[in-house]
């Protein structure tokens, strides 16, 4: 089957995501001692996943193999070695990996399987332990996957998904947001994001918006989650980008006149390659509290920064979503970008 433009472009966000945060929060660059670079970006077992560097070669051609065993075997070894939920892997593979279901083939159960036990512990845990830290996150990250694993390959609503959206919405915080940690980009840097995830992981669940259209408790919630997103003072333009990723799939969040401003916003930050950086979206102090700003502008190529396949693969995937056209010369340019740019590994 041939890979369409929306398929490859999800595998290509989802790839980059784990590779461009790895790379992130190893880079020694800022640092006033010297720290020496991992030798594996995931390791456990047989599973041996070399640390993502500037200089791994680029492949001559597209790899559907390569890049999909990179996501299995990445999110497989950070299960089974941190027994935890992550944005930047095991939970950013559940997120997106089943949408290619129709083309990839099923995904392995592993890591719902991993989720699910997860679930249970999360339901046996105490409200205000349920509130610290990155736990309100990680149940946000728990419901989305396996509200993607419903839609796109059962096509069925579960119990556990319909427990784990209960859940989630039990930790909500009274603003109508999900607490994060305010410190590593992209993913943990904010509630916003946190919150998109949210919005995405309601409206994606099958059936699951017929649910809260008739439960005024589960209404209640989701209004308040729409109007936070509404009513936040977005501090970069990622968090904008993210905004009108999740008003795609959430009627009525913003209006004609915003959705224009931001599509704008994010054509001008296009690069003549064809890609985009996700640098060229925030200051660095910007970020979270603003504790990687001065690691961030360390780095050798600050004032011009590259384009990088994270910002290229999310920000053509949430232009596709907003209805701009495959054949659209700026999404095509995008396109021959990512095709170009894939890594020996299977990663951008």
């Known amino acids: 089957m041939p890979l369409s433009l929306s398929r490859f472009l999800q595998l290509a966000h989802i790839l980059s995501v784990t590779c461009y945060f790895h790379s992130t929060i190893t880079s020694g660059a800022a640092d006033t001692k010297a720290i020496a670079p991992p030798k594996f970006q995931y390791a456990h077992k047989e599973i041996n996943i070399p640390a993502a560097t500037s200089g791994e070669k680029k492949r001559r051609e597209f790899s559907l193999k390569h890049a999909l065993d990179y996501l299995e075997n990445g999110a497989k070894a950070w299960t089974?070695?941190?027994?935890?939920?992550?944005?930047h892997t095991n939970a950013s593979y559940l997120l997106t990996r089943p949408a290619l279901t129709t083309f990839a083939g099923k995904p392995d159960s592993e890591i719902r399987d991993f989720f699910v036990s997860?679930?249970?512990?999360?339901?046996?845990?105490?409200?205000?332990?349920?509130?610290?830290?990155?736990t309100p996150t990680k149940v946000v990250y728990l419901a989305a996957g396996l509200a993607e694993?419903?839609?796109?390959?059962?096509?069925?609503?579960?119990?556990?998904?319909?427990?784990?959206l209960r859940l989630m919405?039990?930790?909500?915080?009274?603003?109508?947001?999900?607490?994060?940690?305010?410190?590593?980009?992209?993913?943990?840097?904010?509630?916003?994001?946190?919150?998109?995830?949210?919005?995405?992981?309601?409206?994606?669940a099958p059936g699951w918006m017929?649910?809260?259209?008739?439960?005024?408790?589960?209404?209640?919630?989701?209004?308040?989650?729409?109007?936070?997103?509404?009513?936040?003072?977005?501090?970069?333009d990622y968090a904008r980008l993210l905004l009108l990723w999740s008003a795609t799939q959430t009627p009525g969040l913003i209006t004609k006149e915003q959705k224009n401003k931001i599509q704008q916003i994010v054509w001008q930050h296009q690069h003549s390659d064809g890609g985009w950086s996700i640098r060229d979206f925030s200051k660095p102090e910007k970020w979270g509290k603003g504790n990687r700003a001065e690691k961030l502008r360390a780095e050798p190529d600050f004032s011009?920064?590259?384009?990088d396949g994270h910002m290229t693969g999310l920000?053509?995937?949430?232009?596709?979503?907003?209805?701009?056209p495959s054949d659209d010369p700026r999404i095509r340019k995008a396109t021959t970008?990512?095709?170009?740019?894939?890594?020996?590994?299977?990663?951008?």
Request: proline share 4%; glycine share 6%; with cysteine.
């Open 80 to 87: 089974r070695e941190r027994k935890c939920i992550a944005c």
């Open 118 to 134: 997860e679930l249970e512990k999360f339901q046996k845990t105490g409200p205000a332990a349920l509130q610290r830290g990155l």
């Open 149 to 164: 694993w419903d839609a796109h390959v059962t096509g069925t609503l579960s119990h556990e998904t319909k427990a784990a």
């Open 169 to 204: 919405l039990a930790v909500q915080s009274k603003d109508g947001s999900w607490g994060n940690l305010d410190c590593w980009p992209p993913h943990e840097s904010s509630s916003f994001q946190s919150t998109t995830v949210a919005a995405m992981a309601l409206t994606t």
């Open 210 to 236: 017929d649910e809260v259209q008739t439960d005024k408790t589960l209404n209640t919630s989701f209004e308040k989650m729409k109007n936070y997103l509404r009513s936040s003072e977005l501090p970069h």
């Open 304 to 307: 011009k920064p590259a384009s």
């Open 315 to 324: 920000s053509v995937l949430v232009m596709r979503a907003c209805g701009v």
């Open 337 to 348: 970008w990512l095709l170009n740019n894939q890594r020996e590994s299977g990663r951008w």
